[in-house]
């Protein structure tokens, strides 16, 4: 597995063509050559973060954001994605409206509309659920269904998964028995991390926390995930020096797998 960085983990200063130079520069001191983009402002074109990138031989294997946020802006995803050469367009959370045992045939259907739209563009889509999205929910019949599952059957085999593991642990599931689940369909993962401080939970550098992270390293290795991200979207002090900590400690532990 490949160990990288989702840049959404410095949203507060990717406001700026001159940020984004900045913020990949130090990526790139780190010893970060493979990231996932997000959150970078709309008002900083494709082409800058492009050239930004390449100034610092970084490459995007992926951009990300809220479904919404992606299918209304598709025209600037489809070209940042193929300005930088990258495979996948990962969409983020099953919009509210379809989070139910009936509306997410409904989501799937629009989802599985988009999956073509990409294809047809030479790019692919994988889903980020979030904790809620993978709490059971009720059928008509009196069952129960889990959407993610449900909506994984029901997209084509092109779609993946980009499993955020912080996420598979807060909805009360092992992390390593679900990328295990989802062989051959998780395209990345994502490391986030946190402590219980006073009752309250702090994010903190990957390998840092509460969260034991061995079962879901070995459990990428055996199944070939590709890339992992860590991500770490609040923190005190410098970001670059917290994200560095965290991308050391995935990068060492890979190595020991």
Same mark, same amino acid.
């Given at each position: 597995?490949? #160990?990288?960085?989702?840049? %959404? %983990? $410095?949203?507060?200063?990717?406001?700026?063509g001159?940020?984004?130079?900045?913020a990949?520069?130090?990526? +790139?001191?780190?010893?970060?050559?493979?990231?996932? @983009?997000? /959150?970078?402002?709309?008002?900083?074109?494709?082409?800058?973060?492009?050239?930004?990138?390449?100034?610092?031989?970084?490459?995007?294997? !992926?951009?990300?954001?809220?479904?919404?946020?992606?299918?209304?802006r598709?025209?600037? $995803?489809?070209?940042?994605?193929?300005?930088?050469?990258?495979?996948?367009?990962?969409?983020?959370?099953?919009?509210?409206?379809? @989070?139910?045992?009936?509306?997410?045939?409904? $989501?799937?259907?629009?989802?599985?509309? =988009?999956?073509?739209?990409?294809?047809?563009?030479?790019?692919?889509?994988?889903?980020?659920?979030r904790?809620?999205?993978? /709490? &059971?929910?009720?059928?008509? !019949?009196?069952? !129960?269904?889990? @959407?993610v599952?449900?909506?994984?059957? +029901?997209? &084509?085999?092109?779609?993946?998964?980009?499993?955020d593991?912080?996420?598979?642990?807060?909805?009360?599931?092992?992390?390593?028995?679900?990328?295990?689940?989802? +062989?051959?369909?998780?395209?990345?993962?994502? $490391?986030?991390d946190?402590? +219980?401080?006073?009752?309250?939970?702090?994010?903190?550098? #990957?390998?840092?926390?509460?969260?034991? /992270?061995?079962?879901a390293?070995?459990?990428?290795?055996?199944?070939?995930?590709?890339?992992? =991200?860590?991500?770490?979207?609040?923190?005190?002090?410098? &970001? =670059?020096?917290r994200?560095?900590?965290g991308?050391? /400690? @995935?990068?060492?532990?890979?190595?020991?797998?």
């Amino acid at each position: 597995m490949i #160990a990288g960085i989702q840049v %959404s %983990s $410095f949203k507060p200063v990717l406001t700026t063509g001159d940020e984004v130079r900045t913020a990949f520069r130090n990526m +790139r001191n780190m010893g970060c050559d493979t990231v996932q @983009l997000q /959150w970078i402002d709309f008002s900083v074109s494709p082409e800058t973060i492009v050239q930004a990138m390449g100034e610092e031989g970084i490459r995007s294997v !992926s951009t990300q954001d809220f479904y919404q946020t992606v299918v209304q802006r598709r025209e600037y $995803f489809i070209r940042l994605n193929h300005l930088c050469g990258s495979e996948w367009v990962c969409v983020s959370g099953i919009p509210g409206q379809y @989070l139910s045992a009936e509306g997410v045939k409904k $989501f799937a259907e629009e989802l599985s509309g =988009f999956v073509r739209e990409l294809e047809s563009e030479g790019l692919k889509l994988c889903f980020h659920p979030r904790h809620f999205d993978f /709490w &059971p929910k009720q059928e008509a !019949s009196g069952g !129960s269904v889990d @959407l993610v599952e449900r909506l994984m059957e +029901r997209l &084509p085999d092109s779609a993946a998964l980009c499993l955020d593991l912080y996420h598979v642990n807060h909805a009360g599931m092992s992390m390593e028995d679900t990328i295990r689940k989802y +062989r051959g369909k998780v395209c990345m993962v994502h $490391f986030k991390d946190y402590r +219980r401080v006073d009752g309250q939970e702090v994010l903190v550098p #990957a390998g840092a926390g509460d969260t034991d /992270w061995s079962g879901a390293l070995a459990a990428c290795v055996e199944t070939g995930v590709p890339y992992g =991200f860590v991500e770490q979207e609040r923190w005190e002090g410098d &970001p =670059f020096l917290r994200l560095k900590e965290g991308f050391d /400690w @995935l990068k060492k532990s890979l190595e020991s797998v």
